[in-house]
């Protein structure tokens, strides 16, 4: 895979990703998550999923382990979701939550998503 679509494929994980866990995962472990970044390995079979976790190790503890857990799920979430002919083994990394920008970025993209939907149902 070369440089310019791994990054592709990295951004499009991402947001994929980040909305799954932040909107559609109920799993109270994963409170204050956010996926920050993906980078996927050259070959497109690894994506190393780096999540920023608010509070302590303990937390980050309990989020690994919910994200370990439901792994098979986040995958094939993603390879509903994208083109993807090999959907990359997601490898969790969890840390401090350093960066709110992520998820005001991502709070703005799930806004106009739902915009983009009920715009057409307001034209009838």
């Known amino acids: 895979m070369d440089a ?3 990054r592709r494929v990295s951004e499009a994980l991402r947001e994929e990703l980040a909305e799954i866990v932040s909107f559609e995962m109920t799993d109270p472990r994963l409170e204050g998550a956010a996926v920050t970044a993906v980078n996927v390995s050259s070959d497109g079979r690894y994506a ?3 999540i920023g976790v608010r509070g302590g190790q ?3 503890r309990q989020a690994q ?3 370990t857990h439901a ?4 995958r094939r979430q993603v390879a509903a979701r994208l083109p993807l002919r090999r959907v990359p083994e997601l490898r969790f990394s ?3 939550w350093e960066d709110t920008e992520a998820r005001v970025e991502l709070l703005l993209r799930r806004a106009q998503k739902l915009r983009s939907r009920a715009a ?3 034209a009838s």
Not at 71 to 74: M, P, Q, T, V
């Open 120 to 122: 057409p149902e307001d």
């Open 4 to 6: 310019r679509r791994s």
């Open 71 to 74: 792994a098979a799920f986040l």
């Open 94 to 96: 969890v840390g401090p």
């Open 48 to 50: 190393e999923v780096k």
């Open 65 to 67: 382990a919910a994200l």
């Open 58 to 60: 303990t937390e980050q």
